[in-house]
């Protein structure tokens, strides 16, 4: 049983440009969340997508920005790109709220030179 | 506002020592409590939870039990082994409409031979 898969796994962009992540979820769930994780800190939430609108959002600009398909999948993007914005990138899915835990994916490691 | 608090690392113990990794958390009502450990290049891994107070979580040797009078859960293990080097995240999610999961800063932990 696959569990979340993210694409791609590094991405290397320069300022300015414009990104879009990839995430799938564990089969069954329908739940999806993406957190940014800098260097050295905890995950920060982004925001979570249920029934392909965004559920609640965490304090991140407009610059960001997701979408989930009717396959559950799902997109995060951020444009305008910003040094500020190297980090890892977790995608994270659930089936429904979470309290039995999200199951993450290994991330997408974003550098913005 | 719900948060977290973990002891900073790293954590350098030698294999067969006893670990403990303290969190408190701050928060209205009665959270769900997460563990997670993060091994080098991979995303999050559930390790254990506890959704009431005096829950304990278990599981691969590692414990900790959901103190609501001292609002803390802190992680122990009774021998480590060098397998268990990793950073160790504490995480709540709240009882309120939140759906998001808030982390501590991370605690890494370094077992010796």
């Known amino acids: 049983d696959a569990g979340v898969t993210q694409s791609p796994t590094h991405l290397i962009k320069t300022r300015g440009q414009q990104v879009t992540l990839r995430c799938s979820p564990k089969?069954?769930?329908?739940?999806v969340s993406w957190y940014q994780q800098a260097l050295g800190q905890g995950p920060q939430f982004i925001f979570q997508?249920?029934?392909?609108?965004?559920?609640q959002r965490g304090n991140f600009p407009d610059r960001f920005s997701g979408h989930q398909f009717p396959n559950y999948s799902s997109e995060l993007n951020v444009n305008a790109l910003l040094l500020g914005d190297s980090a890892l990138y977790l995608c994270?899915?659930?089936?429904?709220?979470?309290?039995?835990?999200?199951?993450f994916g290994s991330g997408t490691r974003l550098t913005v030179v | 506002g719900n948060s977290v608090t973990q002891m900073e690392g790293p954590v350098t113990l030698s294999e067969e020592a006893f670990l403990t990794i303290n969190c408190t958390y701050t928060?209205?009502?009665?959270?769900?409590l997460f563990w997670y450990v993060q091994y080098p290049g991979e995303g999050l891994q559930l390790l254990l939870k506890a959704t009431k107070a005096d829950d304990k979580g278990s599981n691969k040797g590692f414990e900790a039990t959901y103190r609501k009078e001292t609002t803390s859960f802190h992680l122990e293990k009774g021998s480590v082994q060098v397998s268990d080097s990793a950073v160790y995240f504490c995480?709540?999610?709240?009882?309120?409409?939140?759906?998001?999961?808030?982390f501590g800063s991370g605690t890494r932990l370094l077992v010796r031979p």
């Open positions: 089969s069954g769930h329908d739940t």
């Open positions: 994270a899915s659930s089936l429904g709220r979470v309290d039995y835990g999200y199951t």
């Open positions: 928060a209205t009502g009665y959270p769900s």
């Open positions: 997508y249920y029934e392909e609108e965004e559920r």
């Open positions: 995480a709540l999610l709240g009882m309120d409409s939140s759906y998001k999961l808030i």
